[in-house]
């Protein structure tokens, strides 16, 4: 366990004796020697300096990484050991001024390394933002949800500080001038719409999988009982995009048998490519009855904390006619808010669902919700705290 933020020996305890072991591969130790380092930068901190960070250094930060990637900064820097500001200018068309201090920020932030004076180099940040589905969560966070978190208190303030409930109008609405659901918007802005799909994709990369074996049990689940009819469907990913998931599933667990199904709208599903042959892709959407009957597993990753509870309750209740009795699964690939030490990653993404007029939920309203259309769930599976777990559930 973590020791408090004040406690600064223990702390510094903690990460060396986590970070040796880490740095051998020890992924829980990396993170323990990562979050006790995190603390030990609270604890130093003085309230002034936190103040700097969170008004100035963080936003500016955003601006920043947004901008540069705009102008393809991080793929010159990869090419080459390090680069002027003039040079990276040449290279962009900007204004050698201006970008000069744009790399400042970056390289004090530590997303690119300053080499010297008026020279840049590459980082591991800075490939990883060469590679679209991990950049683009920047440009679509930036694009699509920032307006709307700038917004926030003042739509807060307007309503009288209640919880946004409205998909149609609320925070997301107000920050950009439209009546326009959140998909509808994105869908009239097909760039946005493509950093939102690759964003999804890239989003748990790196991150436990419930796929894996010391997660949740799919032999056991989901293999066992399997129906051995030639059509019948193993696993439907509902709202699954561009089928990252089930690929993943396919590689990892070819000898299961049944078929895989990739559902989304219509836009998304024209953009699939590469799939495994064993993937079916179908437009769907999921506010309307749920054309696979009977199979083994309904599968939504990241799909309902997009929604307000009255929505969800109309795409549970979709799934719900076409599942079997004894048979059928809902499992839902979210996060699950503790009573009690929530990690910012799942915070902060609450935050950003709330701009949507939804939320990430605590085990409580999942048990709720899930109850409130006649399911039940059987076992809420999570690997540690700041990922994703899995809810397994069926029907009451």
């Not at 130790?29 to 969170?54: F, G, H, N, Q």
């Not at 709307?148 to 950009?176: I, R, W």
Request: aromatic content about 8%.
């Amino acid at each position: 366990e973590i020791p408090p933020p004040f406690d600064v020996p223990h702390l510094l305890e903690d990460i060396t004796s986590n970070a040796k072991v880490g740095s051998q591969g020890d992924e829980k130790a990396r993170k323990k020697a990562l979050a006790a380092a995190r603390s030990l930068c609270l604890a130093l901190e003085t309230p002034p300096e936190a103040i700097v960070r969170i008004a100035w250094a963080e936003p500016a930060l955003s601006v920043a990484a947004r901008v540069a990637i705009a102008l393809n900064v991080f793929e010159h820097l990869s090419k080459d050991a390090g680069k002027s500001s003039s040079e990276l200018a040449a290279l962009t068309g900007a204004d050698p001024v201006l970008l000069g201090r744009i790399l400042k920020h970056l390289a004090a932030m530590g997303v690119i390394h300053e080499v010297d004076a008026d020279s840049y180099a590459s980082t591991s940040l800075a490939r990883a933002l060469t590679v679209p589905i991990y950049r683009d969560g920047i440009p679509f966070c930036f694009d699509c949800i920032s307006p709307s978190l700038v917004k926030m208190p003042e739509y807060l303030k307007n309503t009288g500080y209640k919880s946004p409930n409205n998909s149609a109008d609320g925070p997301f609405q107000y920050g950009h001038g439209t009546s326009l659901t959140l998909f509808q918007w994105l869908g009239g802005h097909p760039e946005i719409f493509a950093s939102f799909n690759n964003h999804m994709s890239g989003y748990r990369q790196g991150r436990p999988s419930w796929m894996d074996p010391d997660f949740y049990p799919v032999e056991d689940r989901l293999g066992k009982g399997m129906s051995t009819d030639e059509d019948a469907v193993l696993l439907v990913d509902v709202g699954g995009g561009l089928g990252h998931d089930l690929k993943e599933f396919q590689r990892k667990h070819p000898e299961l048998p049944g078929r895989l199904v990739l559902e989304d709208q219509p836009a998304v599903i024209a953009g699939v490519t590469d799939n495994h042959r064993r993937i079916e892709p179908m437009a769907h959407d999921f506010f309307t009855p749920q054309p696979i009957k009977g199979a083994r597993a309904y599968y939504m990753h990241s799909v309902l904390h997009d929604w307000p509870d009255d929505r969800c309750r109309e795409i549970l209740i979709n799934l719900k006619s076409a599942m079997t009795k004894g048979y059928s699964k809902i499992l839902i690939n979210e996060n699950v808010i503790p009573d009690k030490g929530a990690h910012f990653a799942a915070t902060g993404l609450d935050m950003f669902m709330m701009s949507f007029s939804s939320t990430e939920r605590t085990d409580k309203m999942w048990y709720e919700l899930l109850a409130s259309v006649g399911l039940k769930v059987v076992k809420i599976w999570t690997y540690e705290q700041g990922t994703e777990s899995l809810i397994e559930a069926e029907l009451a």
